[in-house]
């Protein structure tokens, strides 16, 4: 009853649309608040354009019932929020790594908005993340998102969801996965402010007149912020390269 009313082509438009656009809007760098919605959708559309005569001949004949088509729609909606929110999560190990940071070096109270993550953070944090976003363009990371919509198809055929266990697996995995990139990220910062609080405990027990919390207080940030300026490289190598093999899942080899 459908096919007399949608043609075959703007059916597999369609389903496309809602994988591809799902997928960037999301995207980290392009799904972003202070991005253009026209821009978003430009881009969605052409990816979209791009996709049909690749995949347009592997996705399912027009259902018979609108229920049927509804559950199509939705279930590429679904893959895509799989590919985007993914990239999403990880992206989060920033504002994780910002948040230790900020309170081994006392610069906690310096809040900032974070256009990334859309919300109020601490400095360091949106800092690392409009970092980490600026680099992952650079290193040309983004086109392996790119590449995993497309390659999606073979591993998520159109119609087939992945079991409900295997995606709840699969979200609690890149939950604890940026939890635990974003601990690797500041690790040097821990390291350094167990031993700067141990040595002011120390001081303080040794000579309790003085009021270190007044004197170190500066030589704190200066510490911090030379730390900073030595581990920031190689901290942001360290989130590319997950960021790079999180990428690759969605790649099919």
Known sequence: ???????????????????????????PGIGEAYVYARVRLSLALAVTLLLLPVVGDGLPPIPALPIELL????????QGLIIGGAARL???????????ISFQSSLAIAQSF????????ALVGSFL??????????????TMLFAGIHD????????ELPPAGDLAQLVVSLVSSAFAIGLQMSAPFIVYGMVFYIGLGIIQRLIPQ???????????????FFVIMVVLSST???????????ASRFLVK
């Open 71 to 78: 559950m199509l729609v939705a279930g590429e909606v679904v």
């Open 152 to 159: 999606s198809y073979r591993l998520f055929p159109v119609g």
């Open 236 to 246: 942001l190598l360290v989130f590319l390269s997950h960021f790079e093999e999180l």
């Open 1 to 27: 009853m459908l096919a007399q009313f949608l043609p075959e082509q703007m059916f597999a438009f369609m389903l496309i649309f809602a994988r591809v656009g799902m997928a960037i809007m999301l995207m």
């Open 129 to 142: 993340s409009i970092l980490g976003v600026l680099l992952v363009f650079v290193a040309g990371l983004h």
């Open 90 to 100: 990880l992206m989060s190990s920033l504002n994780v790594a910002g948040m230790i």
């Open 114 to 121: 974070d256009p990334n993550q859309g919300t109020q953070t």
């Open 210 to 224: 003085i009021q270190l919390f007044f004197i170190m207080m500066p030589a704190q940030l200066l510490f911090a």
